[in-house]
């Protein structure tokens, strides 16, 4: 179980981050909602020690831990195919097709990064991810940018990936119906300096209908939330 | 295809001015200070049928050769070895910059004392003045690899080896590239100044004797096989390191 608690973190002038606190246990899925430059990237690089926090602890991010970042990061001279199996070598070459093709990448296995659309580049980084495995897996607004169709595909994806193992997901958005479709808990942010100013559960299974109007209610609660 | 064609066209434009230009200016002075474009082109075609041509090259070659594998081994060590640790940059660094501005004249002058007249200076100037090159691209390259990458290599456990491997040396190689290409360039001149000062072999010995029989012909036609080397050469290094994955040159 990951546990944060008081994280600070200021650069320079700019407090960032203020007394945050939060748990994540392994098969939950949670979704953190904020608007743009209220230091989400900065918790995720916090929990993953890329970045040293001012102040309180992180604890259970010592094991396997795996980011999708914010963009793909591939490396441009290897292929697809060995931008997966480079993160955990020792794999058979079996788990890395299965993958390939769980994120509709076949065909493209001996393709380098340059070749591919920024959607496939996603696909490939997820991949990736999800070869490494680990007890956590951070996702930096993995799917920003792409179109809702390759959107949705991807959240399905992510989540019939994400039942085989069933890791502890934190998962940074600013898209609410992505956090309505799969998260199993929802943290709002509030902005600047920023901590979680509220919780929402959700009722399960995850893999919801976004539109459907039990989960109404709830959206209008977080938009209010968040404009508030 | 037309754009090419095109190309090829400007650029033999290019060339034919330049030998129009020449061809002119030899009509106003005598064949011993500005010998015509005819003559030279004789005198070249010449040269290459005579039987000690290549050994002539060949050795010239040998030197260049030996003075760039050197140089470029000696320069990738260090190159790479100041690029991951700075702090051994700030120790070398009064070495490298020793090799980058003292004139090759004066190392000839200091190898040919080391050395002798043996073709030894001439591997050395090419060395020395190889490495600082060398080694400078290669620390600029490993200091401007993407940290987002480095940053990924370090979330996904790679080992040193494997960062070195996948990450370090392929985002280097441009600048290895376009250290070679100019080291190649810069080599071909230095060893045929080495040959001119300090032997009687090589192309620069046919050159020095081609200045004691008062031969200006037979250095404009060396000089010719020089440029010819030279590009040939620095494209077959780029072609042989342009092969796999990655952009051409």
């Known amino acids: ?228 | 295809m037309r754009g090419k064609a095109a190309l090829w066209l400007r650029r033999a434009l290019g060339v034919g001015l330049l030998l129009g230009v020449w061809q002119l200016a030899s009509l106003c002075f005598s064949p011993l200070v500005l010998p015509p474009v005819p003559q030279v082109a004789g005198t070249l075609a010449w040269l290459i049928r005579e039987p000690d041509f290549w050994p002539t090259v060949g050795t010239t070659l040998l030197r260049l050769a030996l003075g760039l594998g050197i140089g470029i081994a000696v320069g990738s060590i260090l190159g790479l070895l100041f690029g991951l640790c700075p702090k051994l940059e700030d120790v070398g660094a009064p070495f490298i910059h020793v090799l980058q501005s003292v004139p090759p004249v004066c190392w000839v002058v200091l190898a040919l004392v080391w050395f002798g007249f043996n073709g030894w200076p001439c591997v050395f100037i090419v060395a020395a003045s190889t490495i600082p090159t060398v080694v400078i691209n290669l620390s600029h390259g490993v200091r401007g690899v993407d940290p987002e990458l480095l940053e990924m290599a370090r979330l996904y456990r790679f080992s040193r080896r494997k960062v070195l491997l996948h990450v370090t040396l392929p985002s280097i190689r441009p600048y290895f590239l376009s250290a070679l290409e100019i080291v190649v360039g810069g080599g071909w001149k230095l060893a045929v100044m080495g040959e001119v000062l300090t032997t009687n072999s090589g192309i620069g010995g046919a050159i020095t004797t081609a200045r004691l029989n008062i031969q200006p012909d037979a250095i404009i036609a060396w000089a010719f096989l020089l440029v010819a080397g030279c590009f040939i050469t620095q494209k077959l290094v780029c072609l042989l390191l342009s092969r796999r994955g990655g952009a051409p040159c």
């Open chain 1, 1 to 228: 179980m990951l546990r944060l608690s008081g994280i600070c973190k200021r650069f320079e002038d700019l407090p960032v981050l203020s007394n945050l606190s939060l748990t994540l246990s392994r098969g939950e899925i949670v979704a953190l909602i904020g608007p743009s430059g209220c230091g989400k990237t900065t918790l995720l690089n916090i929990i993953s020690g890329l970045t040293a926090p001012d102040a309180g602890t992180v604890e259970g991010a010592d094991g396997r831990l795996s980011y999708m970042f914010q963009s793909a990061r591939l490396l441009p001279w290897r292929t697809v195919e060995e931008n997966i199996r480079l993160v955990r070598e020792e794999a058979p070459a079996g788990e890395v097709r299965s993958l390939i093709t769980a994120v509709g990448l076949e065909g493209f296995e001996r393709y380098y990064p340059g070749q591919l659309s920024g959607g496939m580049a996603r696909r490939c980084a997820l991949a990736r991810a999800f070869h490494f495995g680990g007890e956590i897996f951070l996702m930096d607004e993995p799917f920003q940018g792409l179109d809702y169709g390759i959107r949705m595909e991807m959240l399905s994806m992510l989540l019939s990936i994400w039942q085989r193992e069933r890791p502890g997901v934190l998962f940074v958005t600013h898209e609410i119906d992505e956090a309505l479709t799969v998260a199993t808990r929802i943290a709002v942010l509030a902005p600047r300096p920023t901590a979680i100013c509220q919780w929402f559960d959700l009722p399960g299974p995850e893999g919801r209908d976004a539109s459907a109007p039990e989960l109404a209610r709830l959206r209008q609660e977080i938009i209010r939330r968040i404009t508030g």
